[in-house]
């Protein structure tokens, strides 16, 4: 018994090996002929061509092998990936980009449930209705289309200002509230990192970033960035994040099982290293957050997944796929990699809120 598993563990090796040494072969060889061929215009374009199947190789290679993006790809490739798939996600599923708030459980209209999940999430965080509470500026942190903030800009008049790495989707915030009769003072978007913010310290009440902060390759700069933009004392910040499980007592990681879960998917949308809630709330306690408050809705949003594989399992919706390129078609198949991870309870939807404590 032992020896036909380690039987067949060795044939899988050997065919993982025999297939990265193709590749490798197959890209050394593309750039040795790249390089030793003579520069007439044709050969130049034949060097181009072999450039470009060295590029698209390597791509291949480190997809199979779910190889890490450095922090300047991610960045780039984020942007890409975002301007690429927003429109389809938009014409499917409409203009907000994250899960759902599922009380009851078989609620059917996912889009009242994107909306509500927002609500929730402000009421669970205290932030204020009237007119002396409530948030009069606040930021977008990774806003998306926008559809967060154009709700409370909205809901609490607030001059509402969102960034993301996508010009599509910048562009595209902007005109939707155009469309929805929010001028620019009240709400716009513009592309900007939230790692380095193009805003004045201490001048939102509220800083919201909601299913973004796992695209940050560098968490403590990202917490370091959603306080100093908060006002001191009363501005209040708003993570929702997808986090791995907090870490057993004795445990210094994850499985190597888990961690090849969390691998594939990062390389299907654009993810670094993930970190749990703990990790984040120790990052806050440790820059001077005051009143951390944690939470984990993993049950609430559960359904989502299921919904959205289902509603891409439509002719409008496969036709879309189709033509919206091999890293949206990534995206897609990704969808069970996350429901894998959410069934084995090593993903979680992370809820965290804290105050800027007052100068
Ligand atoms: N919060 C939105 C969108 C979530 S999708 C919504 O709920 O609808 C993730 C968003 O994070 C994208 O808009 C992406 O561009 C943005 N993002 C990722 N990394 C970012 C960074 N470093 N700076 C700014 N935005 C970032």
Not at 88 to 108: A, F, I, K, N, S
Not at 150 to 167: C, D, F, Q, V
Not at 317 to 328: I, R
Request: net charge positive.
């Amino acid at each position: 018994m032992e020896q036909r598993q380690s039987q067949r563990n060795h044939m899988k090796m050997t065919s993982r090996v025999g297939a990265v040494v193709g590749v490798l072969l197959l890209v050394t060889l593309s750039s040795a002929a790249a390089f030793v061929a003579p520069r007439t215009n044709a050969f130049r374009n034949r060097v181009q061509l072999h450039m470009g199947v060295g590029t698209a190789l390597k791509r291949v290679k480190d997809s199979v092998l779910s190889k890490e993006r450095s922090r300047e790809d991610l960045k780039i490739g984020i942007a890409g990936f975002y301007d690429r798939s927003s429109k389809l996600w938009e014409d499917v599923w409409g203009e907000h980009m994250h899960h759902g708030y599922y009380v009851p459980v078989d609620r059917t209209d996912h889009q009242q449930a994107q909306v509500d999940l927002i609500d929730e999430v402000l009421k669970w965080s205290h932030v204020g209705e009237d007119d002396a509470t409530k948030p009069k500026t606040v930021v977008d942190v990774g806003c998306g289309i926008g559809g967060s903030s154009r709700h409370m800009a909205r809901k609490y008049g607030s001059k509402t200002r969102g960034i993301t790495l996508s010009p599509y989707q910048a562009g595209r915030g902007n005109e939707l509230a155009k469309e929805q009769g929010l001028s620019p003072d009240l709400v716009s978007f513009q592309v900007a990192d939230a790692l380095d913010m193009p805003f004045d310290s201490n001048s939102f009440d509220l800083v919201w970033s909601l299913e973004s902060g796992e695209h940050m390759p560098d968490k403590p700069t990202f917490v370091q960035e959603l306080l100093r933009v908060a006002v001191p004392g009363t501005g209040r910040i708003i993570l929702v994040t997808w986090c791995h499980r907090d870490l057993k007592e004795g445990e210094t990681c994850l499985t190597r099982k888990e961690e090849k879960l969390l691998a594939k998917i990062n390389r299907a949308y654009y993810l670094p290293k993930w970190c749990s809630v703990n990790d984040y709330v120790e990052l806050l306690e440790k820059n001077g957050a005051e009143n951390i408050e944690r939470d984990d809705w993993s049950h609430i949003i559960a359904p989502f997944w299921k919904a959205v594989i289902r509603s891409s399992l439509n002719f409008k919706s496969v036709l879309g796929l189709l033509k919206s390129g091999f890293s949206t078609q990534r995206g897609a198949y990704a969808m069970f990699l996350m429901l894998r991870g959410f069934n084995k309870g090593l993903i979680k939807f992370g809820l965290i809120t804290c105050t800027k404590k007052a100068e």
